[in-house]
T-cell receptor
Framework: DAKTTQPPSMDCAEGRAANLPCNHS???????VYWYRQIHSQGPQYIIH???NNETNEMASLIITEDRKSSTLILPHATLRDTAVYYC??????????????FGKGTHLIIQP | GAGVSQSPRYKVAKRGQDVALRCDPI?????LFWYQQALGQGPEFLTY????????KSGLPSDRFFAERPEGSVSTLKIQRTQQEDSAVYLC??????????????FGEGSRLTVL
């Protein structure tokens, strides 16, 4: 799986949009971009994923650049409960259920009141 | 249950003791993964099961680590002769091909092992 680069930490004011960047310049054509987050003392939680189109769900939006070498996770109205470590993961997904995840160190997002 | 359940949540062991960590995946999930997470680091892959078959154990750090899933549901991670460097959170995750094909892994809250 391709390697990703994320800033180690970021701050965001409560109620504002949190924009978390991720570089994945060696991504290949059949690799997806996944985002997970890990709140303190909990297991990682899936947020969103995409291949090349922008994606949105009830938790977040994912913007992938046209060349697919970077992406941004957007939390539109951050709350204190969004304080967590956010992991950007590039991964091939075959649909067979055998594909694991390779985590980096992620970005520690701190939402300030 | 509704989610992945792990027990115990916390385990303190003396160096040299054997420990066993249990994972109850989401009912019907075929795939099961174990990860190890050291303090301040991201989770690292240990091993993978598809039903009862252990298809990948490339991440197990030594032969003191052993995992099983004999009936294709509950899994146990066993660590023999624990060392201080084994202190970590051990995470279990399950997934199923399903119809959505999102590739989402569902994680438990982990078992925190402290070796004294």
């Amino acid at each position: 799986d391709a390697k990703t680069t994320q800033p180690p930490s970021m701050d965001c004011a409560e109620g504002r949009a949190a924009n978390l960047p991720c570089n994945h310049s060696t991504i290949s054509g059949n690799e997806y971009v996944y985002w997970y987050r890990q709140i303190h003392s909990q297991g990682p939680q899936y947020i969103i994923h995409g291949l090349k189109n922008n994606e949105t769900n009830e938790m977040a939006s994912l913007i992938i650049t046209e060349d697919r070498k970077s992406s941004t996770l957007i939390l539109p109205h951050a709350t204190l409960r969004d304080t967590a470590v956010y992991y950007c993961i590039v991964r091939m997904y075959s649909g067979g259920g055998a594909d694991g995840l390779t985590f980096g160190k992620g970005t520690h997002l701190i939402i300030q009141p | 249950g509704a989610g992945v359940s792990q027990s115990p949540r916390y385990k303190v062991a003396k160096r040299g003791q054997d420990v066993a960590l249990r994972c109850d995946p989401i009912s019907g999930h075929v795939s099961l993964f174990w990860y190890q997470q050291a303090l301040g680091q991201g989770p690292e892959f240990l091993t993978y099961f598809q039903n009862e078959a252990q298809l990948d154990k490339s991440g197990l750090p030594s032969d003191r680590f052993f995992a099983e899933r004999p009936e294709g549901s509950v899994s146990t991670l066993k660590i023999q002769r624990t060392q201080q460097e084994d202190s970590a959170v051990y995470l279990c995750a399950s997934s199923s091909p399903g119809t959505t094909y999102t590739g989402e892994l569902f994680f438990g809250e982990g078992s925190r092992l402290t070796v004294l």
